[in-house]
């Protein structure tokens, strides 16, 4: 499922094309009828999974740039490397960071039978 999740693509069944746009998902997976939003506001969770990912990328790349320059520590350049990497990666997770939070909800809230609508795509 994170696999899935990762290459866009229902964590659930692993059907293509549940986007219509860029971060823009389908009310229901094309291939298994999920309803992508379970709940009111459930989209926040994927938005602290992209800003959190973003920033421990962002730390990870400034502390080990800074611990194989030190003493020397090119400043300017680690911090272009920071400002690109947080404007850009979470503009680059963002659909991603929707299919994993359906993939970790679905971790910790299985998808249980008697939610499953009859559905006909």
């Given amino acids: ?6 290459r866009l693509r229902c964590p659930l069944c692993g059907a293509r094309g549940i ?3 860029w971060g823009q998902l389908h009310d229901r997976c094309p291939g298994c009828g999920y309803s992508f939003a379970r709940e009111e506001g459930y989209w926040v969770g994927g938005m602290i999974v992209n800003l959190g990912v973003a920033q421990i990328l962002f730390m990870a790349t400034f502390l080990t740039g800074t611990a194989l320059t030190w003493p020397d520590v090119p400043w300017t350049a680690l911090i272009a490397a920071g400002v690109v990497l947080m404007v850009g990666l979470p503009i680059w997770l963002y659909p991603r960071s929707k ?6 909800d679905l971790r ?4 249980a039978d008697e939610e499953r609508p009859e559905y006909r795509p």
């Fill in 108 to 111: 910790l809230h299985p998808y």
């Fill in 1 to 6: 499922m994170f696999w899935r999740a990762l």
């Fill in 99 to 104: 299919t994993l939070w359906i993939w970790l």
């Fill in 19 to 21: 986007f219509t746009r």
